[in-house]
Nanobody
Framework: QVRIVESGGGLVQPGGSLRLSCVAS????????VGWYRQAPGKQRELVAG??????NYTDSVKGRFTISRDNAKNTVYLQMNSLKPEDTAVYYC????????????WGQGTQVTVSS
């Protein structure tokens, strides 16, 4: 069965950095687009960054601060987060979606990121 596991969250001060990892098993990983989403208390879940085979996209609020990348040999997608702000505090979720058959999509359990002094 498909399993998605996120890790790397934690508590950091404003201006600090974290690197999140998303590891997938049970799929042909290279056939999936991957998105990092986040959800803060009282807010809707939003797409933060996405990656297909190589192209990337970011929401405006994280451009220049976050970088998404993938290593298909390790079935892993990373989200490098720099210059973190309190507004980045949220649970971060990884989603993988088949590039052609988009109903084949899977979510991880999430990892908490807290930015506070």
């Amino acid at each position: 069965q498909v399993r998605i596991v996120e890790s790397g969250g934690g508590l950091v001060q404003p201006g600090g950095s974290l690197r999140l990892s998303c590891v997938a098993s049970g799929t042909i990983f290279r056939n999936y687009d991957v998105g990092w989403y986040r959800q803060a208390p009282g807010k809707q879940r939003e797409l933060v960054a996405g990656i297909s085979s190589s192209a990337t996209n970011y929401t405006d609020s994280v451009k220049g601060r976050f970088t998404i990348s993938r290593d298909n040999a390790k079935n892993t997608v990373y989200l490098q987060m720099n210059s973190l702000k309190p507004e980045d505090t949220a649970v971060y979720y990884c989603n993988i979606r088949n590039r052609i058959f988009t109903t084949f999509a899977y979510w991880g359990q999430g990892t908490q990121v807290t930015v506070s002094s």
